[in-house]
Nanobody
């Protein structure tokens, strides 16, 4: 198991930016595919972005492509989500997720990840 702790959420105006961080501990971070999901009130949790163990594989939800960037620092055991041009519909609790990489493929379903953080709230005001 790997333990995940998110940080960096907050309140921002539409058009603004935030950078989320997810610090991992407990296992070899570079063995894990990492991802960000989000859940808005009354909605199901949805995929946002994912990154392979070495950063060579990336994928984004259509709703955030071109505005959000996922990256990782394996030496620092941290994955990031840079969020630009934020919109009110980006308001949600953002979760970091990890799964052992057994070959790279894009995992967009929450059941494909066994390790989760506690979440960090992002609120975008109009």
């Amino acid at each position: 198991q790997v333990q995940l702790v998110e940080s960096g959420g907050g309140l921002v105006q539409a058009g603004g930016s935030l950078r989320l961080s997810c610090a991992a501990s407990g296992r070899t971070f570079s063995n894990y595919v990492m991802a960000w999901f989000r859940q808005a009130p009354g909605k199901e949790r949805e995929f946002v972005a994912t990154i392979s163990w070495n950063g060579g594989g990336l994928d984004y939800a259509a709703s955030v492509k071109g505005r959000f960037t996922i990256s990782r620092d394996n030496a620092g055991n941290t994955v990031y989500l840079q969020m630009n041009s934020l919109k009110p519909e980006d308001t949600a609790v953002y979760y970091c997720a990890a799964e052992l990489q057994r070959g790279w493929y894009v995992r967009t379903r929450d059941y494909e990840y066994t390790n989760w953080g506690q979440g960090t709230q992002v609120t975008v005001s109009s």
